[in-house]
């Protein structure tokens, strides 16, 4: 069972939005940013790709790259900056990377 990080105590009159987290439905508050939409439903953005680590932000700011999640195209979002839509679909992994056959 996964537990939330965050527990949302304020600002609970925001229309809800859904959002889908590794294939996992969730709820979230619109104007939320990912990592509070994230954190609010599941335990950890993502886990470390040096170590396995969980990770879960760290500057809160932008500026220290803790917080990548993937959208569904595979594109890096940074959760502490970026707000969420309804209708989202995250990764927590990035996708793999596939090579063009160059020959």
Not at 24 to 39: I, P
Not at 59 to 85: F, H, K, N, P
Request: charged content about 25%.
């Amino acid at each position: 069972m996964t537990h939330a990080r965050f527990v949302r105590l304020g600002e609970t009159g925001r229309a809800a939005i859904t959002l889908s987290i590794d294939g996992r439905e969730v709820r979230a508050l619109e104007g939320d940013t990912l990592m509070v939409a994230m954190l609010g439903n599941v335990s950890h953005l993502r886990h470390s790709e040096f170590g396995g680590e969980a990770r879960s932000g760290f500057c809160l700011m932008g500026a220290c790259q803790d917080c990548w999640v993937y959208d569904e195209r595979g594109e890096r979002l940074r959760s502490c900056s970026t707000i969420a839509r309804d209708g989202m679909r995250l990764s927590t992994t990035p996708q793999e990377a596939t090579w063009p056959n160059l020959a």
